[in-house]
Each structure stands twice: as C-alpha cells, then as structure tokens.
C-alpha cells in the first residue's frame, strides 16, 4: 500500500484513502497493519470498517467522531475502533499513524467499544515492526502479529474520550461548551437552562454520558489543551485561556487525567 505524505493533494490523499478501504475490506491475513501520513487540518468523511481498526498516533494528535462521542488520539496513544462504527477522523497537526485492521474472530472477546490507551514501549515496537515490509521466509510478521493482539487487551486506557449526550438541548450545551471551555462552569448554570434542579439535572447528565459534568468538563478541557501543548504553546497561556486560576490548578487537573505534568507530557523521546 502507497504512503500518503504531507506533500500529496487533498484530491489525491482522498483517493489513496479509498483505495485502503479497499485493501483492507480485501485482506485475508487475521491483521492488515499499515501505516498513513496526513497533513493538518485532513478530514476523513465518515466511514466504517468490516474489520476492527487499531490505530497509534505515532505523531500528531488525531481525533475520532461518532455519534457516540469524540475520542482525542494524542502522540504515543492508540484507539480502538469497533468493527461497524461509522465515524471520521480529523487531523489535528501534521499525523502520522499507524493502524492495525483486526479480523472478526481473530480475537476471542475484542473490546465492543471505542478506547483510547496509552502505547507501551512495547506495543510500540510491536506497531513499526508490524507496518515493516514483511520476511516472506520468516514467521516472525505473525509472531508480531500474535503479541501485538495480546498487548492490545493489556493496554491502559486514558480518560480521552468525551461522550455527547443524545438529548438535543444537552448536546448544545456540550458543543458550545467544547467550542469555548472553560474551568469555570457551574453545575446551576445548566440546570437553570434546562428548568431542572440542581439534583434532577445532575442525573441526566450522568444518565446521558455515563459520567458526572465534572469530569466531563475537565475531559473538554483536556481536549482543547492537547492540541495546543503538542503543538508547542506555552503552559501558562493555555490554562488560563481555559478560565483556569493559576497554572498549578490547571497542572493539578492534566495531571489527574492524563498522569503526567503537562510540561512533561510531551517531552518523551520515540525510542523505535
């Protein structure tokens, strides 16, 4: 399969992006791995794959969309998509990623629903090794193969995912809120808009998303911020654009999210 660069014509990565589907809807190995190049900016119109797709942003910062939420794939994180979820992609900066396209039944109970993880240094390896030309006398490609389904179940997940609520006045709420968050948003305020008490609107909230609007919140503010940091902005200007206080309270929430600083986040060298 051709390499898409940063370089190529939006016309020409949308038919490279086509021809894919194709190779991958043809494949009959267990796990077709390939990897892509995008430039910033890239828009993936919805699709959906026969097969499981498990993609590791190796650099860049994806995001994924459905109707069941949106996802953020940030650099050395990987997400996994259902077989039959209809969705697009969004490249947030330059991307190059690396997908594993999973078989039905190549894995006895695969996850049934959209996660994102953190890459392991092994995981890792095992990516580049399985979107490197293969050894036609070797059974090493399927040794890989083998670890890398084996290393997808022991993966962590990351709290990178932000559910949207089903109900048409919530779901408003939560994309005005996403395209301008911010730290300060009190739990009254909704309720108030949506003639409910604090207490009732607490619940559909929570029924709506699965989560609590805090946490919620604090994923929206994750998702503004990473973009911004991995593209190299400076930490204090990010927090407080966020309503945050001071850069110590923004610092205190990334890292009880994601489990490092935000200045640290980042600064990890690729080591394959």
Do not use: N
């Not at 828009?43 to 794959?49: A, G, L, N, W, Y």
């Not at 797709?53 to 650099?75: E, H």
């Not at 998303?209 to 200007?237: C, D, H, K, N, Y």
């Amino acid at each position: 399969m051709t390499k898409s660069g940063h370089g190529l014509a939006m016309s020409e990565l949308a038919r490279l992006h086509v021809e894919r589907l194709a190779a991958i809807e043809a494949a009959s190995e267990p796990v077709y791995a390939i990897p892509s190049e995008y430039p910033a900016g890239y828009h993936v119109k919805p699709h959906s794959h026969s097969r499981a797709q498990f993609v590791y942003a190796r650099a860049g910062v994806v995001m994924v969309s459905s109707i069941q939420g949106r996802w953020m794939v940030p650099p050395q994180h990987a997400l996994w998509i259902p077989a039959g979820l209809v969705h697009t992609v969004d490249m947030l900066g330059d991307v190059t990623m690396l997908s594993a396209y999973v078989a039905p039944g190549a894995l006895v109970d695969p996850p049934s629903v959209v996660r994102v993880v953190a890459v392991t240094d092994f995981a890792r390896a095992l990516f580049i090794e399985a979107v490197s030309p293969p050894d036609a006398k070797s059974d090493r490609r399927d040794l890989v193969m083998a670890l890398l389904l084996e290393e997808v179940l022991r993966l962590p997940d990351r709290p990178l995912g932000l559910p949207v609520p089903s109900d048409t006045r919530l779901a408003a709420l939560c994309r005005g809120f996403m395209e301008s968050p911010s730290a300060r948003l009190v739990i009254d305020d909704w309720a108030d808009q949506l003639a409910m008490s604090r207490r009732a609107f607490t619940r559909f909230f929570r029924k709506e998303t699965g989560i609590s609007l805090s946490i919620w919140r604090q994923q929206a503010a994750v998702f503004t911020a990473l973009p911004r940091l991995a593209a190299g902005e400076a930490v204090t200007a990010v927090a407080l654009d966020l309503g945050y206080d001071s850069v110590a309270a923004f610092t205190t929430m990334f890292r009880r999210m994601m489990g490092a600083a935000p200045r640290t986040y980042f600064s990890a060298p690729e080591q394959y």
